[in-house]
């Protein structure tokens, strides 16, 4: 018997211990990132973490609590000579209460969620939004800028090509002014509209400092992911979307800068048009 | 394989069972008709693919935790499409092995332990039946089954190799060989799913027709074990989720053989059309690799707390639930796949509704445990480990269930994770569980208690070492699916933990060792199982263990519920189904 007692200490002192990993991963310092998640570089992204953050303490709480109930059941329950199991088939009272309250947490928390997701993150963007088109194609990503009206202009992805890779519809004249380039650059708090398209299969736009996710499907424009860069440093873009035998290392280079640079970038862009590499053309 | 359960072969049955005529070998352990032996089969089948499935995911763990570093031992023997000339895998062999894990593991593994052994093994024992309603699709389904994963694993000999656009294969990386380069792998995955799709769909039709007419004389619904019950409403899924695979696995092939366009960006193809055909059953297929396991592990908590299950029609009920709610929540795989972003909120709402009977079957488990007389056996270690460990893949499912949240987490670790504490803590778990339960009942003979705790203990231990870190790598932003994390930035720090998850998992792969040798040494020489060795009220307890052919001498009558445990007035602490209960018990409706 007192082998069983041991046991079961043993398996407080083990979930205790995840338990504590994950608090104390909580409270250690943010430049290490070695367990928590990366500091937030991006307007939304705040209140994604702060979601997260409820339900962290709102699921964390709820575990503390079911375990430490369900293990003092397991020692204080535990066959003893002489003493039989209480004969119960349950209690309607207790079912309805256990129902009920989770019901009401799981809505509240899916008005929660809901709110951010259709009224923060997926509104429209502001009108002043720079449109940055980004193509991916199997193993690397291309971005395309606009003229100094800021937006792109039309396009389909019919129109792609390996001589007009984001598909730019050539009657529309604002498409005239776009340039490319192989690496990501950013003004910070700036509004920056992506546009995503895909030239083979399905990929993904990820940044995790900026709490952006969104697949990109070959065959469809996605122009619904927009954001605003708040921190100046470099980040890297990640295909996170399994892609083929590249995937591994399908990436590209994120920089977000000051104002100033981010002009001075642009006017060097925009001198000898559009004179970056293509990427390798399609083999079929 | 049909060799090794010779023994199963209960001398007593024939004694018992003159009127049945002497079976051949072939059809006594080949072509079984007897829901037992195909049990058997399905047991040793399953085990045998688990050890594959195992061993692709210890490759896929040396890849992290050492990318570019040779295999040792076997790397130059395996396969150019998988290793370099130097013996490490390459990216596109690791794409492969993930693929192959997950696609073993999940169609070979859980569904046939969970579904082929117990179900086929308990239902006609726990209802009062002498077989299966029909014996002959039993067969069928078995081989049907064990030929799905033959056809599945032979990719490893094609060119190229095995299929490597991961188990959900979305297209059009899967439909165009030009894309992912491994024609023969994706069309042997496609061929081999839509076997056993056939399998699945044989068994469930039987499993339903078995327990809605062949119950005993008495064994209304609602005195039906919660482990049958559960396989019921599992066989609903099956019927109404599976064919969806395998039709959508069938135009899969076309679109990679024959230039049909069902799943192309262009020429009035979808992209997504393949993810909603795929998720559609995919989610289902979640509840049919969980409802099993939830079924067998609420009867091993009764038995081994000596009570009955607290709130056994709640837990119906909530099975019902979780099966009705688990077919309007396969978009919440979508979230971000382009999917219409007010579809996206409607998921999330049936996503978070489907929580709930879930939390219902938690805290029935623990009321079940409350006030019992708790025996720690292994099966019973087992079934309530898989409690806090469905609480933990339960409660980080949560996240996901967030639409924004899932933004930042999704397709990373975090989601590794979560499915492995469902997956393995859960349904594994419950497996390991059932076994160490049923094991006296189908071979005769009892396994050793102590080795079965080792067992328990070290995959407890490492289980939790190599799949909670994963909660911390993808909350840090790690990709799945990639062969080489120290390619990013924001992961070349966390390769620390790369390497401890992956020792944890070699441990957790090693943990095995003990299982298996307890299951063969104790099913030689084991000590003597007696017909009852958990005093148990169900109605396979009933009989010789093993139980002869035809089960039952004379079909019993069943006078109460399943879960009569210490009934106030009855002598013993239980109170066998098929014996009418004494003047003096008191036993309370449920």
Redesign the interface.
């Known amino acids: 018997m007192k082998w069983f007692k041991n046991r079961w200490v043993f398996l407080a002192v083990t979930l205790l211990f995840f338990l504590g990993l994950s608090l104390s991963a909580h409270a250690a310092p943010r430049t290490s990132n070695l367990w928590w998640v990366p500091d937030v570089a991006s307007a939304h992204g705040k209140q994604i973490d702060q979601l997260m953050y409820f339900i962290y303490y709102l699921t964390g709480g709820v575990f503390v609590l079911t375990q430490v109930v369900y293990i003092y059941f397991l020692v204080k329950y535990r066959s003893r000579k002489g003493i039989k199991a209480i004969y119960s088939h349950g209690n309607n009272r207790l079912e309805f209460v256990w129902t009920i309250i989770p019901t009401l947490i799981f809505l509240g928390l899916w008005g929660y969620s809901n709110h951010l997701w259709l009224n923060v993150i997926h509104t429209d963007p502001p009108e002043d939004a720079m449109e940055i088109g980004t193509l991916a194609y199997q193993f690397g990503f291309s971005f395309q800028y606009p003229g100094p009206s800021g937006k792109l202009g039309r396009s389909d992805p019919k129109l792609i090509s390996n001589e007009n890779i984001f598909g730019n519809d050539p009657s529309d004249p604002l498409t005239k002014q776009n340039f490319q380039s192989g690496v990501l650059e950013l003004p910070v708090n700036k509004p920056i509209q992506i546009r995503l398209n895909s030239r083979d299969v399905i990929h993904a736009f990820y940044i995790p400092e900026f709490r952006v996710y969104q697949d990109i499907i070959p065959g469809r424009t996605i122009n619904w992911v927009w954001f605003i860069p708040t921190k100046i440093g470099s980040y890297q873009l990640a295909c996170n979307q399994l892609c083929g035998s590249g995937h591994y290392n399908m990436k590209a280079q994120v920089q977000v800068v000051s104002q100033q640079d981010f002009d001075k970038w642009y006017k060097e862009k925009v001198a000898p048009p559009a004179n970056n590499p293509a990427p390798p053309a399609r083999t079929k | 394989m049909a060799q090794t359960i010779a023994h199963v072969a209960p001398e007593e049955a024939h004694e018992h069972h003159a009127h049945h005529p002497e079976l051949s070998f072939f059809n006594k352990y080949i072509w079984s008709e007897d829901h037992k032996t195909i049990g058997m089969q399905y047991l040793f089948a399953s085990l045998f693919f688990l050890l594959i499935g195992g061993l692709l995911a210890m490759g896929v763990r040396f890849q992290l935790a050492f990318p570019n570093v040779p295999v040792p031992l076997i790397g130059h023997l395996l396969p150019s499409w998988l290793v370099t000339p130097e013996g490490a895998i390459q ?2 062999g ?2 492969g092995l993930f693929t192959m894990h997950a696609t073993v593991m999940v169609f070979l593994v859980i569904m046939p332990l969970l579904i082929g052994v117990f179900g086929n093994f308990l239902i006609p024992l726990k209802i009062g039946a002498p077989d299966m309603a029909f014996p002959w699709f039993n067969a069928l389904s078995f081989w049907l089954f064990l030929l799905s994963g033959i056809v599945i694993l032979s990719s490893f000999f094609v060119p190229s190799g095995f299929p ?3 188990w959900t294969s ?1 297209a ?2 899967s439909s ?1 060989a ?4 491994t024609q023969w792998g994706q069309s042997l995955w496609c061929v081999g799913l839509f076997i056993n799709g056939l399998a699945s769909i044989a068994g469930a039709m039987n499993y339903i027709t078995t327990i809605i007419n062949m119950r005993a004389p008495g064994m209304t619904m609602f005195r039906l074990p919660l482990p049958v019950w559960a396989l019921f409403i599992t066989a609903f899924l099956l019927l109404l989720a599976v064919p969806v695979l395998s039709a959508a696995a069938a135009l899969l092939f076309f679109d990679l053989n024959f230039g049909t366009t069902f799943f ?3 020429n009035y ?1 979808q ?2 059309l393949w993810q909603h055909l795929f998720w559609f059953f995919g989610h289902p297929e979640v509840y049919i690799m969980m409802l099993p396991a939830m079924g067998l592990v609420s009867e091993i908590i009764a038995v081994n ?8 029609k ?1 837990m119906v009920w909530a099975m019902g639930a979780i099966a009705f709610l688990g077919f309007i929540v396969w978009g919440h795989h979508m979230f ?3 999917m219409n ?2 579809l ?2 409607t998921f ?2 049936s996503t ?2 489907i ?2 009977p879930s ?2 079957k ?3 488990w ?2 079940t ?8 056996t292994t099966a019973m270690c087992f079934a ?1 480990a898989f ?2 460990m469905f ?2 893949g339960g ?2 499912g ?2 996901m ?5 899932d ?2 987490i ?3 670790y975090f989601i590794v994770a979560h499915i492995h504490y469902v997956l393995f803590g859960g349904s594994l778990f419950g497996v390991f569980g059932g076994i160490y339960f049923w094991f006296p009942k189908m071979f005769g003979r009892m396994m050793n208690e102590f080795w079965g705790k080792v067992h328990f ?1 070290l995959a ?2 490492f289980f ?1 070492c190599t799949f ?1 870190p994963m ?2 790598l993808g ?3 790690m ?6 994390p120290t ?4 992961l070349r ?2 390769q620390p ?1 790369n390497v401890f998850i992956s020792i944890s998992a070699f441990m957790l792969g090693l943990s095995t060792i003990p299982f298996l040798i307890n299951f063969f040494y104790s099913m030689f020489k084991g000590p003597k199982a007696p017909k009852n060795p958990w005093q148990s009220t169900t109605l396979e307890w009933t009989v010789p263990s093993p139980p002869g052919h035809g089960n039952f001498e004379k079909t019993p009558t069943v006078y109460h519920g399943p879960y009569e ?4 007035g009855v002598d013993l ?1 239980y109170l066998p189904q098929d014996q009418p209960a004494p003047e003096t018990a008191r036993i ?3």
Do not use: C
Request: no cysteine.
């Open positions: 990216p596109a690791y794409n490597a656009s991961g979305y059009p990386l165009h030009n894309y992912n380069g192309a960006s262009s193809g992209p997504l707390s000596r009570k009955p299950v607290f709130g056994y709640a971000v796949s382009g972003l007010l996206s909120a999330s709402f978070m509704l929580a709930v939390a219902i938690t805290f029935n623990m009321g445990v409350w006030g019992g007389s708790v025996r720690y309530l409690v806090s609480v933990i409660l980080s949560i996240y269930a967030a639409t924004p949240v933004i930042f999704h397709h990373t203990a407890f231990i939790n909670f909660h911390n909350l840090n932003g990709m799945r699916r990639i062969a080489d390619q990013y930035d924001h720090s966390q933990v445990y210490s009934v106030p602490d309370e409706a449920h």
